[in-house]
């Protein structure tokens, strides 16, 4: 079983920065792409940032030039550094990652979220 852990986040003025992290653990043979997808009140959940194993990263439109996401595959944890923060980015942040279990199979797995909050 894989589980990804969350911690980081919390409360900032717009303008501010914050950071998130995301370590998986478990039984897992590795850990292949990572990201971030964030969902704000009363709207769908959208991608922010991903990563590949070998480091090759895409971003949201709203999140380029702001946030950068970041990974340590020895540590199979992966980061998100955001600045610039806006009320709008406000919203509950999921850790995402696709892993290769010990048998070889391709699992999709998901952290709890942590709300970050931008005010005005």
């Known amino acids: 079983q894989v589980q990804l852990a969350e911690s980081g986040g919390g409360l900032v003025q717009a303008g501010g920065s914050l950071s998130v992290s995301c370590a998986a653990s478990g039984s897992f043979g590795s850990v292949n792409r990572m990201g971030w997808y964030r969902q704000a009140p009363g709207k769908e959940r959208e991608m922010v940032a991903l990563i590949s194993a070998s480091g090759v990263t895409n971003y949201a439109g709203s999140a380029s030039g702001r946030f950068t996401i970041s990974r340590d595959n020895a540590k199979n944890t992966v980061y998100l550094q955001m600045n610039s923060l806006k009320p709008a980015d406000t919203a509950v942040y999921y850790c995402?990652?696709?892993?290769?279990?010990?048998?070889?199979?391709?699992?999709?797995?998901w952290g709890q979220g942590t709300l970050d909050t931008v005010s005005p």
């Open positions: 995402n990652a696709y892993v290769i279990s010990s048998i070889g199979r391709f699992l999709e797995v």
